[in-house]
């Protein structure tokens, strides 16, 4: 299957409960500030609506997110385009020096919460040294598929991105911490 191999090797780096949960609230941070930021640049009009680079990006996105699991794609829709919609109102009335404030201090924020959770939690440095595309692209469905995981939701593709983590060597269990 090929989202349990492409989340096992998302999972190889976050397997700590308390660096996950620091990373379901970092990714929305550093994708929403992005989609603030990406709003601001209106590419084409299409039947009388402005079409911006975020709205591109969003698009290019999900389609990426449906070709790997259809349920993740549906609640990653739910929610990242309800910071899209956000962003795009909000970029409609802010200058763009608050704009880019607000995207310098979230992605600040996210980038350093989810380093704090790698460096201190997992003791390991964040995925993106070694695959850019998944820390930037996949890393907000992942984030969804993980919040699934933690609620009990979907404990066959768990097991078989905990099977993947095995078979690469690379499994920790850390099912007995409990957030601290």
Excluded at 108 to 135: C, M, T, V
Excluded at 156 to 179: C, P, T, Y
Aim: aromatic fraction near 18%; charged fraction near 15%; charge should be neutral.
């Amino acid at each position: 299957m090929r989202f349990a191999k492409e989340m096992a090797f998302y999972s190889a780096y976050h397997q700590e409960k308390r660096n996950v949960w620091i990373h379901v609230l970092g990714v929305p941070t550093i994708s929403f500030t992005l989609f603030l930021v990406l709003s601001r640049f209106h590419l084409f009009t299409l039947a009388s609506i402005d079409v911006s680079a975020s709205a591109i990006f969003v698009v290019g996105i999900l389609a990426y997110y449906f070709s790997l699991d259809f349920l993740f794609a549906l609640t990653s829709s739910v929610l990242f385009g309800a910071l899209f919609v956000l962003a795009e109102y909000l970029t409609r009335s802010m200058t763009p020096e608050m704009a880019w404030s607000l995207f310098g201090a979230g992605q600040i924020l996210g980038w350093g919460a989810q380093f704090y959770g790698h460096f201190i939690f997992e003791k390991s440095r964040p995925a993106l040294f070694d695959n850019l595309f998944q820390a930037l692209v996949s890393a907000p469905l992942f984030v969804v598929a993980d919040v699934y995981f933690e609620l009990g939701y979907r404990k066959d593709l768990k097991d078989a991105i905990e099977q993947e983590l095995k078979n690469r060597g690379v499994w920790k269990d850390f099912s007995k911490l409990q957030s601290a």
